[in-house]
């Protein structure tokens, strides 16, 4: 419901993404239950990784963000592409945090939308790798840290000659 709400708007949603134990990819922007579902002390803090698709969509992930959320389950990535691929004019902003960078290939594929994504690390190397496996996805560097790192981190993707990039995101500070 977020990203149909977010694409209405006209807005790119942005979708952490982590792998379960039986090998799904699912949105959700931790790498636990804790925050954002309402799961049971013996698994809320579990690594997703950890638990089965199955076990994660027995949950609530809509209830703590007000009551007309309740009932929201924590999607697939699968099913966000299947609204996406319905609506060419959306986009959708991936957030690398523990994915098979393969299997995320095959499954942008199979969908057909690798022009509707923009990939994001804070690591070039698998900007570079996922730029090979779907050339397609834009990608986008996100660089944050201190100044000095900062400026340390661009000059490096500036020496690349900015492989495997299509745009660079600094997260500056205040």
């Known amino acids: 419901e ?3 709400y977010a694409w209405n708007l006209g807005g790119l ?3 952490d993404i982590y792998t379960t134990q039986d090998d799904v990819i699912i949105c959700l922007h931790d790498k636990t239950l804790a925050r954002t579902t309402n799961a049971p002390d013996s698994i809320k803090n579990k690594d997703i990784s950890e638990l089965t698709f ?3 969509r027995e949950l609530d992930a809509g209830i703590y963000f007000g009551s007309q959320f309740t009932g929201q389950k924590v999607p697939s990535l699968a099913e966000v592409f299947e609204e996406l691929k319905a609506h060419p004019e959306w986009q959708l902003y991936l957030d690398l945090k523990k994915v098979d960078l393969e299997k995320l290939g095959a499954l942008i594929e199979e969908y057909g939308v690798g022009r509707q994504i923009i990939f994001a690390h804070n690591r070039q190397e698998n900007l570079i790798r996922f730029s090979q496996i779907a050339p397609e996805v834009r990608t986008m560097l996100w660089i944050g840290g201190t ?6 981190k661009f000059q490096a993707a500036l020496d690349s000659g900015f492989e495997g990039l299509n745009q660079v ?5 205040h």
């Open 2 to 4: 977020t990203y149909r």
């Open 13 to 15: 949603p942005e979708a």
């Open 54 to 56: 199955a076990q994660i």
């Open 147 to 152: 100044p000095e790192e900062i400026r340390g």
């Open 169 to 173: 995101q600094l997260h500056l500070h």
